[in-house]
């Protein structure tokens, strides 16, 4: 599985690919950051950062994009261009069909380090060693991309058998619902 792993930002969108399946070691194919000028203009920088996304899907054909789910922080302005950048990936990766799965950054942190509380330092240490690099993807967005992606890889199949699962109860449930016809013949009655 391929993964394109995206950490969204206006000024640095941190993007990064890791290859392998889960159980199995795993494989950086590539990590960097998308930067825009904080003072151009909004739509100048969704632009440059479609346009930076676009290359990475051009150069490493991933099969799904993994981006971090926005929260809800006491910032509104940096909410806004988190929330901004995340729906430029997903548009980006949907116009190509390539599935889209969002994440929290605790679901990204305990993935990675056993802890949805891990801080950037601890992270960036676990990236390092899963993915058998000489040193930390600088700067920390880069690093959080391929956590993204390490979380997606690892997560995948588990989620994947509970959407089946789900997928099977429902279908269950509405067959157990559906009213019963009835093949017995209807006399009438002389009058």
């Known amino acids: 599985m391929r993964v394109l792993g995206v950490d969204p930002g206006l000024t640095r969108c941190g ?6 399946v889960a159980g199995r070691p795993l494989t950086m194919l590539g990590v960097g950051v998308v930067r825009t000028a904080a003072d ?10 479609e ?3 676009e290359q990475w899907l051009d ?12 929260f809800s922080q006491h910032n509104v302005r940096t909410v806004m261009g988190t929330a901004q950048a995340s729906a430029v990936a997903m548009l ?10 969002l994440h929290t950054p605790s679901e990204v942190k ?4 056993g802890s949805g509380r891990a801080d950037k330092a601890q992270v960036g240490a676990m990236v390092t060693r899963l993915l058998r690099l000489d040193a930390p993807p600088k700067p920390a967005d880069a690093a959080d ?20 699962a789900h997928a099977a ?21 002389p009058r």
């Open 51 to 53: 346009r930076g996304i």
């Open 110 to 113: 305990a993935a990675v380090t």
């Open 169 to 189: 109860a429902a279908a269950a449930a509405r067959t157990a619902r559906a009213p019963r016809t009835s093949t017995v013949p209807v006399r009438k009655v």
């Open 40 to 49: 151009a203009e909004l739509g100048h920088r969704l632009v440059a950062i």
């Open 59 to 70: 150069e490493h054909r991933p099969e799904f994009v993994a981006v971090e789910r926005v």
């Open 145 to 164: 991309a391929l956590a993204l992606a390490i979380c997606h890889i690892w997560r995948a199949p588990a989620v994947n058998r509970l959407q089946q």
């Open 92 to 101: 980006c990766a949907s116009r190509r069909g390539i599935p889209v799965a």
């Open 15 to 20: 993007v990064g690919v890791v290859e392998g």
